[in-house]
């Protein structure tokens, strides 16, 4: 009886434990994060696989709000905390090639005009991917910190702080912005169902 019920304790754990993760690709994704010290607390919002050319597995996206939304422009304009995580799934990637992909996702997203104001925050993020490499299980994490700006966590980069709003609205749109890296991500992202008109939601 004794083994019975350690078993059957054990098995809870592990019930209630996946209950509070996503999984996606064999990568599991908290449910919640806690971000400023721990005041916020933040839910997932959505979460995605990104592929290239339609079978090379690139990384794990997930997006986690105070207030979760399948509402892109409410996401964006909400000055509350923000997280945007990358999990890698390649065995080995330059991480300037990962932060090149997301600057051509980003320039399509913005005005000319947006991009000329926002050159020095999006130089300064470019200049953080240099000369290191990303490996499988890394994970990058984007944080948006109200009245602060950008915090930037790179494995074995000192975290970086950019300051304002407006990069982090530009960059959120490379997954649920009018041209996202793909139609599906940002549909996950959202966790709105494919028959929904995202078009009509940009």
């Known amino acids: 009886m004794s083994c019975l019920r350690n078993a059957l304790v054990g098995l809870l754990i592990m019930l209630s434990w996946?209950?509070?993760?996503?999984?996606?690709?064999?990568?599991?994704?908290?449910?919640?994060?806690?971000?400023?010290?721990?005041?916020?607390?933040?839910?997932?919002?959505g979460a995605a696989l990104r592929k290239k050319y339609l079978i090379v597995q690139v990384y794990v996206g997930g997006l986690y709000l105070e207030k979760t939304s399948k509402d892109p422009v409410?996401?964006?304009?909400?000055?509350?905390?923000?997280?945007?995580?990358?999990?890698?799934?390649?065995k080995r990637v330059s991480a300037r090639k990962v932060a090149n992909a997301?600057?051509?996702?980003?320039?399509?997203?913005?005005?000319?005009?947006?991009?000329?104001?926002l050159k020095p925050q999006i130089d300064e993020f470019l200049s953080l991917f240099?000369?290191?490499?990303?490996?499988?299980?890394?994970?990058?994490?984007?944080?948006?910190?109200?009245?602060?700006?950008t915090l930037v966590h790179i494995p074995e980069k000192e975290d970086r702080l950019l300051e304002g709003k407006a990069f982090y609205d530009a960059l959120l749109k490379v997954w649920i912005g009018p041209q996202p890296v793909s139609k599906d991500f940002k549909q996950q992202m959202l966790g709105v169902s494919e028959e929904m008109d995202m078009d009509e939601e940009s």
């Open 18 to 45: 996946s209950s509070h993760a996503a999984m996606i690709s064999d990568v599991e994704i908290a449910d919640d994060v806690s971000l400023g010290d721990g005041n916020a607390e933040l839910h997932l919002n």
């Open 74 to 90: 409410e996401i964006i304009q909400a000055d509350g905390y923000k997280r945007m995580l990358f999990h890698v799934l390649l």
């Open 102 to 117: 997301l600057n051509e996702a980003l320039v399509i997203n913005i005005s000319k005009d947006e991009h000329e104001m």
């Open 130 to 149: 240099d000369d290191i490499r990303l490996h499988k299980g890394d994970e990058v994490t984007i944080d948006y910190l109200p009245g602060k700006g």
